[in-house]
Nanobody, 124 residues
């Protein structure tokens, strides 16, 4: 079983930054690609960013490209999402997800394991 725990969410003013962390409890963590998704009430969960198991390949949604950066530390079993220049429309619950594959996916159905989410609120 793979468990994911997100942290780092909170309240920030527009233009500010936050760094989310996703700790994965799996010794073979380096064999998993990881994605970040976000969801607001009444809307479907949407893709934000993803990283391959080696960290050599990343992908971003157009809405966050140039502002967010995903990275991973396989020695610490942790994936990070650095969020800069935050906007009120970035307000959402952010989820990390893992799949036992070298490559990332962009769809929720591409991922087998999910964390419980962490709330990010950006005030205007």
């Amino acid at each position: 079983q793979v468990q994911l725990v997100e942290s780092g969410g909170g309240l920030v003013q527009a233009g500010g930054s936050l760094r989310l962390s996703c700790a994965v409890s799996r010794r073979t963590f380096s064999s998993y690609a990881v994605g970040w998704f976000r969801q607001t009430p009444g809307k479907e969960r949407e893709f934000a960013a993803a990283i391959s198991w080696s960290g050599g390949s990343t992908y971003y949604a157009d809405s966050v490209k140039g502002r967010f950066a995903i990275s991973r530390d396989n020695a610490k079993n942790t994936v990070y999402l650095q969020m800069n220049s935050l906007k009120p429309e970035d307000t959402a619950v952010y989820y990390c997800a893992a799949r036992p594959s070298a490559s990332w996916g962009r769809r929720t159905e591409d991922y087998a394991y999910w964390g419980q989410g962490t709330l990010v609120t950006v005030s205007s």
